[in-house]
């Protein structure tokens, strides 16, 4: 089942840490994160699809340690692909 954009059906969104390197350098903007849900809500896989290098990994870790709603196809719960999207904000 693909979901789309799935920041909205999670239970626990885990906010990536702005990694230092990251900051150092004024890396920002939005990283986009393919993952899988498996029946339980839980993240079974997860890798950045797009968004500047040095912010990828810190946005695949959050997601991997995020939480999701199950999703259910006529009453059973099924995995779910879709993508999460991380804004990063340099301050």
Request: cysteine-free.
């Amino acid at each position: 089942i693909s979901g789309g954009v799935l920041n909205g059906k999670a239970v626990h969104l885990v906010q990536p840490p702005y990694p230092p390197i990251a900051r150092s350098a004024h890396a920002s903007g939005q990283v986009v994160v393919q993952v899988l849900i498996d029946e339980n809500g839980n993240v079974v896989a997860a890798h950045a699809t797009s968004g500047h290098p040095l912010l990828q990994a810190a946005a695949v870790n959050a997601a991997r340690s995020s939480k999701f709603t199950p999703t259910k196809l006529s009453g059973q719960p099924v995995k779910v692909n879709g993508v999460i999207i991380y804004n990063f904000v340099a301050q």
